[in-house]
Every structure is written in structure tokens, then in C-alpha cells.
């Protein structure tokens, strides 16, 4: 173990001792003027050490105000450092997020922060994909779908699925039987992100929990009948929103860039017979479906919002059915 360490180990140890005693704001500044110094210093690495491992031993007492403002001194730090995007300096951000998730007051100004280091560092506009899935989990677990929606858009290969298995655990807690509105908020926006594997893999997430939990509502069309990327093809019976998604993906998968194909006017048509039966949603559905129309059918489209602040508007949630306890089961069939 190195010098640097061994100091910053018997501080700690004195930390535990003090914070043992109950002396947790004293323990806090302490460790924060250590780390102020240590940066003055111009020695960031023990700054960043000593803020991470203080404040896993905060978390130990629940001192959550105190663990998000050390986590948010060290990002800063990060920041100002330019520290690279690692699998270390993720890990240390890591192991706090999952601790402090329990703290929701704390939790989103330090994630936020942490993405914005990633978006600095990367320099790519949108971050690390990976903290973004990791942020996203999170959120779902604890039924933060909005927040962890936006995260599971721009994360890794497995978030697709993630947000489908998502977006049908939301459907099912606000009781509603328009599972479309639900399926549609993570495909079509994946499709005008320009993502259609995405849109499919969060599609086969979707339908396949639908067809467990409400088997005679959804037939399977007869095995080869229509060859997709999607998967199985199906009908939804009492799902009209879910059918026009699935038929939107079919469509999609058939496009060749050009604004007077067949699947073009198919696209057209089923515009023109769906969008306004998102209700309050077919607004933001419209402008969802023109980045479509510019990405796979070559429709030019001037806009002047950029396709992030498109893909970030928000889905109204459908109205619970007014029905007494006794039918609230029926009305999830």
C-alpha cells in the first residue's frame, strides 16, 4: 500500500470512530476541508479517494445530505480534472448511486451531475451509455418509469428490452386498459432516434409480457406467414394502439429511403387513421411520427426543434377506467 493511501486509510479509520460516536456533521467538514486542501494542493487523485470512501462510510448511517454533497464534490472534481470516462472513476459513482437511491430528495441532483461529467468527457452530446442503463435501472426499481424512460432511450443494447418490461409494469400499475400509449412512448421514439433494433427489442419486451398476461386477448398469426424482425406477429384484440405499433414496425422494417414507395404510402395511411386516437398525446405523436417520416422514407420535414427535444416530450398517461373494486380486475382483461 502506498504512503498516500495508508494516510488516507488511518483517516478513515478515525472517521469510522467519530462517526460511531455520533459525530456526523463534524465528520463531514472535516472530510471536506481534507479534500479542499488536498485539491489546493493539487492533488485531485487522494482528493477523489478520500470523498469516495467518506462517503461510504456516511451511507453506513444514512446521512444522505452529507453522502450527496461529498459525491457531488467529488464529480466536480471529475469536471474540473477532465478525468476520463473509466470503468474505475464509473465504479466509484456506482457504488454510491445505489446507496444513496434511497434518499430520492438527494438522488437526481447527483446522478445529473454525473452524466453531465460523462457528457463533458465524452464529448458525445448524450454521455455514457452505460451509467445511463445503470441510472436507468435504478430509477425503474423504484417505480421512477418517467425518469428512468428517458435514461433506458440513449443506454446500452440490453436497455431496449429493459424499457419494454418497464413501460408494461407502468401499464399495469395505473390500471388502464390502453397498453398502446404505453408500448408506443418506447418504440416511437426509439424510431425517430433512428434506433430501429432498439424499437424492436423493446416491442418483443412489450407483447410478450401482454400475451402472458392476457392470452386470450392475443393471437399469434400463423407461424411464417409474414417473416419479421419484430418476431411472432400478432393480434391484439381490444388493443387498437398496440396493433397500429406493431403495424408502424412492420412498415418501418419494409422502407427503402423513398417518399413515393408502397411502404411510404402505407406509413401515410396509417398516420392518417391512428394519430388522432392518441387523444391527448397525438400532438407529440405527430412530431415523433415526422423524424420517422424524414428517417426511413425520406420525407424532408423542416422543424425547428432538435430530435432530442422531440424524443423528450411527454406522453400524457391514460385515465384510469372509472370502475368499482369489485370489476377492477375485468377491466384489466
Not at 17 to 34: D, F, M, P, V
Not at 84 to 111: C, G, H, M, Q
Not at 126 to 131: C, E, H, L, R
Amino acid at each position: 500500500m502506498s504512503a498516500v493511501s495508508s494516510r488516507i486509510e488511518r483517516f478513515i479509520k478515525n472517521l469510522r470512530t467519530s462517526l460511531n460516536e455520533g459525530n456526523y456533521y463534524e465528520g463531514h467538514q472535516e472530510l471536506r476541508a481534507i479534500a479542499s486542501r488536498l485539491v489546493k494542493q493539487k492533488k485531485p487523485e487522494r482528493a477523489v479517494q478520500l470523498l469516495y470512501l467518506g462517503a461510504l462510510e456516511l451511507c453506513q448511517y444514512h446521512q444522505w445530505g452529507s453522502v450527496a454533497d461529498l459525491t457531488s464534490f467529488m464529480i466536480n472534481i471529475y469536471v474540473e480534472e477532465k478525468v476520463p470516462v473509466t470503468d474505475e472513476s464509473k465504479e466509484r459513482v456506482y457504488d454510491i448511486f445505489e446507496k444513496l437511491s434511497n434518499a430520492t430528495e438527494y438522488y437526481s441532483r447527483v446522478f445529473e451531475s454525473a452524466i453531465q461529467w460523462s457528457i463533458g468527457a465524452l464529448g458525445n452530446g448524450v454521455g455514457d451509455t452505460q451509467m445511463h442503463h445503470f441510472v436507468g435501472s435504478i430509477l425503474r426499481n423504484k417505480a421512477r418509469y418517467q425518469e428512468a424512460e428517458t435514461h433506458f432511450l440513449v443506454g446500452t443494447l440490453e436497455s431496449p428490452a429493459a424499457l419494454g418490461n418497464m413501460l408494461f409494469e407502468w401499464a399495469v400499475r395505473t390500471e388502464t386498459t390502453d397498453y398502446g400509449v404505453f408500448v408506443a412512448r418506447g418504440v416511437i421514439k426509439y424510431l425517430a432516434l433512428g434506433w430501429y433494433e432498439a424499437a424492436c427489442s423493446c416491442w418483443k419486451a412489450f407483447v410478450s409480457r401482454l400475451a402472458q398476461a392476457q392470452p386470450d386477448a392475443v393471437t399469434e398469426k400463423a407461424e411464417g406467414m409474414l417473416a419479421s424482425r419484430i418476431g411472432p406477429v400478432y393480434y391484439m384484440g381490444g388493443h387498437e394502439l398496440v396493433n397500429f405499433v406493431q403495424l408502424l414496425l412492420l412498415t418501418v422494417e419494409r422502407a427503402d429511403g423513398s417518399p413515393s414507395s408502397e411502404s411510404a404510402r402505407i406509413f401515410g395511411s396509417l398516420r392518417r387513421q391512428y394519430e388522432g386516437r392518441f387523444g391527448v398525446n397525438a400532438e407529440v405523436v405527430h412530431d415523433l411520427l415526422d423524424e420517422v417520416a424524414q428517417k426511413y422514407f425520406g420525407v424532408v420535414i423542416q422543424r425547428q426543434q432538435s430530435i432530442f427535444d422531440i424524443v423528450s416530450s411527454m406522453f400524457a398517461l391514460p385515465s384510469r377506467p372509472a370502475v368499482t373494486s369489485s370489476s377492477s380486475a375485468e377491466a384489466m382483461d
